[in-house]
């Protein structure tokens, strides 16, 4: 069974029942849910979709919804812009649709507020990074530029302001009234998009806790502000998104993979789970198999500690999202077999819970265990278990489900459901029943087991056993 998770868009290419089921049964763990795209009708019969297909198949599934934010687009254009190295392009304050003036190409921007906040020598990049305009002069209604390379400039393509300190809202009405609808849809993750410093993410869950929401809240590294706040961002965040789209325009190129791996590691010291995100398998969009390149990402993004690896474009409009899948979890599954497991002695402890995962997990490793079983309230210890990285699963015992949907993200963590008892012994006793009729466990193997004294108490974990046969026996015959 593969450790690190797999996150996959649905489109129209995987939006039925039946490539659901499959997505899910090659090894997918949570679904995304693109809020650029869609109307509400669409994305909750998607949900519909996902929850029938994740009961009928006996198998838990996250759902992720990932809000567009404010993204810079370029406005409707009477025609496509045919630009040359050397041409003239005036952005305008005043929305116009764009036009070729004399020698000039002119356009607006859907956000025109921003224009005030240009200096003259920074750099526009249009059509999502591919042309790029250097800027020679500013006023109050112009921003006048000089494309530096080729390219065709079509209506509604993004913009970004790699140089400019942009002081706009993150979360727009349309977000806002995205994320209504997912509370009151139950989603479990909510991505937040073009993050710059960790105000926004305080600022985003104070909404869902307005709309009743506990939805667990991701920040999308995609800026060179969010690059330069991490360490506060990942602080507030739930967890992290490295969206290496538009963060390898915000930054130069060259610099995404070292910067992947830092935030990688800084998210795995501080127990929240991250996901590399963006053209990890795009190849197989159009084709049926992925470049050795795309292979070495995914194999890389593993081996660096992510919790989870995403697909974009591939499983949402590509030809074949359930060959892809297929592709990636076996890439994940021979990577893992390098993976350098047992980071017990990494890092720093916080509190007492970071101390029993810890030993459980070196406990486990050391006596052979084939699980490790983690009863957990909040879904912490369960996290805080998986940064230790050991050799073979977590099970994650709560009693919540949205607690059990939230771990599905999580490195290594299966999640299991069952009823809670505020007696120990009794909790151990209903745990192993549950376990042993979901066949998660069984008489002939040997598990660690960590739980809170009193039971049931959040932030409690403070109880370490071993489980053998004659335990299991013991839970399951003798505990009333």
Request: charged letters at 25%; glycine letters at 6%.
């Amino acid at each position: 069974m593969k450790k690190t998770k797999i996150v996959a868009t649905i489109g129209p290419s995987s939006d039925s029942i039946d490539v659901i089921k499959s997505l899910i049964q090659e090894g997918v763990n949570v679904f995304r849910l693109n809020f650029s795209h869609g109307t509400h009708e669409y994305h909750k019969s998607t949900i519909d979709k996902i929850k029938e297909a994740s009961n009928s198949l006996g198998i838990r599934v996250g759902v992720l919804q990932d809000i567009c934010g404010p993204k810079i687009r370029v406005g409707a254009l009477n025609e496509p812009f045919e630009l040359k190295a050397g041409d003239r392009l005036n952005v305008l304050k005043d929305s116009i649709i764009g036009r070729k003036n004399g020698e000039i190409y002119e356009l607006s921007i859907n956000q025109p507020q921003i224009l005030s906040l240009i200096k003259e020598g920074e750099y526009i990049y249009l059509y999502d990074g591919t042309i790029r305009a250097k800027v020679v002069k500013c006023s109050a209604d112009i921003i006048e530029t000089i494309i530096e390379n080729d390219g065709i400039l079509s209506s509604n393509k993004g913009v970004n302001f790699p140089n400019t300190k942009l002081n706009i809202d993150v979360i727009t009405q349309k977000d806002r009234d995205d994320m209504l609808w997912g509370a009151q849809n139950g989603v479990d993750f909510v991505a937040i998009s073009f993050v710059q410093n960790a105000n926004d993410i305080i600022n985003a869950k104070a909404i869902l806790r307005e709309f009743g929401s506990n939805a667990k809240v991701f920040a999308k590294i995609e800026k060179f502000d969010a690059v330069e706040n991490i360490d506060s961002i990942i602080e507030a965040s739930d967890g992290i998104m490295v969206a290496r789209g538009d963060l390898g325009i915000e930054v130069p190129y060259y610099k995404v993979p070292s910067i992947q791996k830092s935030i990688i590691k800084k998210a795995n010291a501080a127990n929240r789970p991250v996901i590399t995100a963006t053209q990890m398998m795009l190849t197989m969009a159009k084709s049926q198999s992925a470049t050795r390149a795309e292979i070495s990402d995914v194999a890389n993004a593993v081996l660096d500690g992510t919790d989870a690896v995403m697909l974009s474009e591939e499983s949402a409009v590509g030809i074949n999202p359930v060959a892809v899948v297929k592709a990636m979890s076996a890439t994940i599954i021979q990577s893992e077999s390098i993976y350098p497991y047992g980071k017990f002695d990494e890092f720093e402890f916080d509190d007492e819970t970071d101390m029993v995962a810890s030993a459980s997990s070196h406990l486990a490793q050391r006596i052979g265990a084939d699980a490790i079983i983690s009863i957990t309230s909040s879904g912490s210890s369960a996290i805080k278990m998986a940064r230790n990285r050991p050799t073979m699963p977590i099970i994650a015992v709560t009693h919540d489900e949205a607690i059990a949907r939230s771990l599905t993200i999580v490195w290594s963590v299966t999640p299991s459901l069952v009823v809670s008892k505020n007696q120990l012994n009794l909790l151990l006793a209903n745990t192993i029943k549950g376990l042993k009729d979901a066949g998660l466990i069984n008489y002939e193997s040997t598990y660690t087991l960590t739980a809170g004294y009193p039971a049931g108490k959040i932030g409690s974990t403070n109880y370490i056993r071993i489980l053998r046969k004659d335990q299991i026996e013991y839970y399951l015959n003798e505990v009333k």
